[in-house]
C-alpha cells in the first residue's frame, strides 16, 4: 500500500500525488461553494479555502511547479476576463452607463483611500497584508493575483504572496456579507419598497430606446403618396427597416430603397419604442395584424454569422436589398436584440433576423456560414497569440520600476484583441461553454495553487489578534465605500434601487452578490447594472491593487 501512501498522504510532491491534490482541492471546493448559507454561496472562490486547509495538515507541492501553475492559470483567468468584458469596455462609457460608472469609481478610490488611511494610521503595516485585506473585502480575486505577481518580483516575495492570501482569506466571507448589508442600509435609509422598484422598471420598458419595436401602420396620410423608402429615410430621420409591405390587393413585397409607398399600404415597421409615435404621426393608423399567420411566400429567418471574414463587417456591406432581396431587421447578439442599421458592425456569433424568399434566405445563409459546428471550434490561434502579447507587455518597464506583470499584461491585450481584433483577421468569438470552461479552470488552478501555499501557518497567523483586525478594516474597506456611493446614486442621481443593487455587486466584482440581488428582486436589472460597470471596475481593480504594491514603503 505504498503507492497509496505517496498519492495522498501529506509531504509527497511527485507529480501522481500533485495531480490528485489539486483535483482533489478544486473538487471539494466547487461543490461546498454550491452550498448556500442564507441564501448566499461563495462559489468557486471555496477552491482557496480547501486549499488552505490542505496546506494546514501538512500537504505541500514543488515550488516551482506550484509557481508554474498558478502564473498559467492566473494568466488564463485573466485573459478569458478581458475577452469578455472587452466588447463591454468602451461602450459603457455611452450615454447613462457615464455616471454609474463614474460612481463605480468613486467607489473603488474610496476603497483605496481607505487602505492607504489603514497603512499609515491604522494597525496594518505590512503592505502585503494589506492588500490581501483589500482585494478580499471587495472580493477581487483578479486583484489578488496582479498584487502577488508584483510581489513575486521583490525579495522574500513567496512569503509576501502567502502573507497577502491569508489576509485574502480572512476578509472574503464578511466581504460578500458587507456588499449585501450595504443593500440593506440603502434600502432602509430612503424606505425602499421593492415591488415599487420593479415596476417602475417595467414600466420604463416599453420605452427603451435600444430593443427593436414592431409596429404595423396603414398608410393614410396623402403627402406620402408615392414617397420611396429612401425619401421616408429623409422624412423620419431615425433608424428604423420597413421589413414587409402589404399593398391593397393583399400582396406582400419585400420592400427595396426604391420601393412606392401608396395610400392603403401597410408597412411592418422595426424601430424603436421611443420613435413609433413619429411613424404614426407620418404615415397614419396602427393596424392589429399577425404576420406570421398570413399565407405568403415571405419568410423570416434567423441566420448565424460563423465565417470569420464577416467578423468586423458593417451590415450595410452585404448588400441584401440589391443582391439577396432580404431585408434585415434585428442582430441577436449574446442574447440581446439590436436594431438593425447599416452602419452596425457583424460579429461572429451575430444572430441576423432576415425576411424574404425562402431561396434568397438559403443562398445568404450559405454565404455568412450559418453552422452551429463552426462555432464550436475555438479559435486557440487568437488566445494564445493575445496571451503571448500580453506577456510582453506585461514584461515591459513603464516607469518607476513598475511593470504590467502578468495580470495586468494579458487583461489589457484580451480588452482591445475582443474589440479591435477584426481589424487585424483576428476572430476573437468563443462559445459560452468554452469561455466559461477556460475562466474557471484557470481560476480553480490558481486558487488552489494560491490556497495550499498559504495554508502553512494561516490558523497562526489569522486566528489572533492581528487577524481580527484584518476582519475589521476588511469588514470597513468592504461597507463604506459602498454605502457613500449608494446615498450619491440615489439621492443625488435618482437610481433605481435594482441598479444600485447591481452596482454594488459590480462595483466589487462579485457573482454572490449579483445571484441574491437577481434572485431577491426577480428582475435581471441588476445584471444589466453589473454589466455595465464590471469591465471599468475590473481593470481598476486589478491596477490598484498593484499598484498599492508597487507605490507603498
Known amino acids: 500500500m505504498e ?26 471546493g466547487i461543490y461546498l461553494g454550491k452550498l448556500k448559507i442564507f441564501g448566499v454561496s461563495l462559489g468557486v472562490t471555496f477552491v482557496l479555502f480547501v486549499g488552505i486547509v490542505m496546506g494546514e495538515f501538512g500537504y505541500v507541492i514543488d515550488e516551482h511547479t506550484l509557481k508554474f501553475v498558478r502564473e498559467f492559470g492566473l494568466i488564463l483567468f485573466i485573459f478569458s476576463i478581458g475577452l469578455q468584458v472587452g466588447p463591454g469596455f468602451f461602450a459603457s462609457f455611452k450615454q447613462g452607463g457615464v455616471i454609474m460608472n463614474g460612481l463605480a469609481v468613486l467607489s473603488v478610490g474610496l476603497s483605496v483611500l481607505i487602505a492607504i488611511g489603514v497603512y499609515y494610521f491604522g494597525n496594518i503595516s505590512d503592505k502585503s497584508a494589506l492588500v490581501g485585506v483589500m482585494s478580499g473585502a471587495i472580493t477581487n480575486t483578479p486583484g ?6 508584483a510581489v513575486s518580483q521583490m525579495a522574500d516575495g513567496a512569503n509576501e504572496a502567502n502573507i497577502m492570501a491569508q489576509g485574502y482569506a480572512a476578509a472574503y466571507p464578511l ?33 427603451s430606446q435600444t430593443k427593436p419595436y414592431l409596429l404595423t401602420l396603414k398608410v393614410t396620410n396623402k403627402l406620402i403618396e408615392g414617397r420611396t423608402l429612401n425619401q421616408l429615410h429623409d422624412i423620419v430621420t431615425v433608424d428604423f427597416v420597413v421589413s414587409r409591405m402589404m399593398r391593397p390587393d393583399g400582396a406582400i413585397i419585400i420592400p427595396k430603397s426604391t420601393t412606392q409607398i401608396h395610400t392603403d399600404d401597410q408597412l411592418l415597421i422595426v424601430c424603436s419604442a421611443t420613435d413609433a409615435d413619429v411613424f404614426r404621426a407620418v404615415l397614419g393608423t396602427e393596424e392589429k395584424m399577425d404576420w406570421t399567420s398570413t399565407q405568403t411566400p415571405v419568410y423570416s429567418r434567423r441566420i448565424l454569422i460563423t465565417k470569420s471574414e464577416y467578423n468586423g463587417r458593417s451590415l450595410g456591406s452585404l448588400r441584401l436589398h440589391n443582391g439577396y432581396r432580404l431585408n434585415a431587421t434585428r442582430v441577436n447578439r449574446a442574447g440581446v436584440d439590436l436594431l438593425a442599421t447599416p452602419n452596425l458592425r457583424l460579429q461572429m456569433g451575430d444572430r441576423l433576423t432576415v425576411v424574404g424568399d425562402l431561396d434568397d434566405i438559403e443562398r445568404l445563409a450559405a ?83 494560491v490556497g495550499i501555499a498559504a495554508g502553512k501557518g494561516f490558523s497562526a497567523a489569522v486566528f489572533n489578534l492581528t487577524g481580527m483586525w484584518w476582519v475589521i478594516w476588511g469588514f470597513v474597506i468592504t461597507v463604506v ?33 449579483l445571484a441574491y440581488a437577481t434572485n431577491s428582486t426577480g428582475n435581471d436589472q441588476p445584471a444589466v447594472a453589473y454589466s455595465t460597470v464590471y469591465p471599468l471596475t475590473m481593470f481598476l481593480r486589478v491596477v490598484a491593487a498593484q499598484a498599492l504594491i508597487l507605490a507603498l514603503p
Open 3 to 28: 503507492w497509496l501512501s505517496e498519492l495522498v498522504c501529506p509531504g509527497h510532491t511527485s507529480i501522481a500525488s500533485t495531480l490528485v491534490l489539486y483535483s482533489f482541492v478544486i473538487a471539494a
Open 175 to 207: 466581504g460578500v456579507v458587507g456588499i449585501i448589508l450595504a443593500m440593506f442600509v440603502i434600502k432602509g435609509v430612503f424606505k425602499i419598497k421593492v415591488q415599487d422598484e420593479v415596476k417602475a422598471i417595467e414600466d420604463e420598458a416599453d420605452n
Open 367 to 449: 454565404r455568412l456560414g450559418n453552422s452551429m459546428k463552426r462555432l464550436n471550434q475555438p479559435n486557440l490561434i487568437t488566445i494564445f497569440v493575445g496571451i503571448i502579447l500580453g506577456i510582453v507587455l506585461g514584461s515591459i518597464n513603464i516607469g518607476f520600476g513598475m511593470k504590467l506583470g502578468l495580470a495586468g499584461g494579458p487583461l489589457i491585450v484580451a480588452i482591445l484583441i475582443s474589440r479591435f481584433g477584426y481589424k487585424a483577421k483576428l476572430v476573437t468569438y468563443t462559445s459560452s461553454s468554452a469561455s466559461l470552461l477556460l475562466r474557471e479552470l484557470g481560476i480553480t488552478l490558481f486558487l488552489a495553487s
Open 481 to 513: 465605500p459602498l454605502v457613500i456611493t449608494g446615498l450619491i446614486a440615489r439621492k443625488k442621481f435618482k437610481f433605481n434601487y435594482l441598479s444600485i443593487m447591481g452596482l454594488f455587486s459590480g462595483g466589487c466584482t462579485d457573482p454572490p452578490a
Open 144 to 149: 489578488l493575483a496582479a498584487a502577488q505577481q
